[in-house]
């Protein structure tokens, strides 16, 4: 049974940094579509960044060179480095899992099979 737990959330001023880590179990980071996504409050689930199987790295505009997705396969543990946040960043964080090496689109959700529970990032100005 694969399990994504995240943890690293919380609650920051405007220009901070927080880092997310998103564990695995019964689930090889290595060699699959990885991402995070983000819902901010009352809106729709929205794709943060993604890391494909050759380990290329992939942002939304509205993060990139803000945040970094990286992943720790001797740890199976996923991460996002974010920083420079800003209030418009607060939302709920979940990271999510492929089962397959290759996938169409890695911004889509119907790409990935797992999910974590989510965690809450608040920013305030």
């Known amino acids: 049974q694969v399990q994504l737990v995240e943890s690293g959330g919380g609650s920051v001023q405007a220009g901070g940094s927080l880092r997310l880590s998103c564990a695995a179990s019964?689930?090889?980071?290595?060699?699959?579509?990885v991402g995070w996504f983000r819902r901010p409050p009352g809106k729709e689930r929205e794709w943060v960044a993604g890391?494909?199987?050759?380990?290329?790295?992939k942002y939304a505009d509205s993060v990139k060179g803000r945040f970094t997705i990286s992943k720790d396969n001797d740890k199976n543990t996923l991460y996002l480095q974010m920083n420079s946040l800003k209030p418009e960043d607060t939302a709920t964080y979940y990271c999510?899992?492929?089962?397959?090496?290759?996938?169409?689109?890695?911004?889509?959700?119907?790409?990935?099979?797992?999910w974590g529970q989510g965690t809450q990032v608040n920013v305030s100005s």
């Open positions: 019964g689930y090889t980071y290595s060699n699959y579509v």
């Open positions: 999510a899992a492929s089962r397959w090496r290759t996938v169409p689109d890695l911004r889509e959700e119907v790409e990935y099979n797992y």
């Open positions: 890391i494909d199987s050759d380990d290329s790295t």
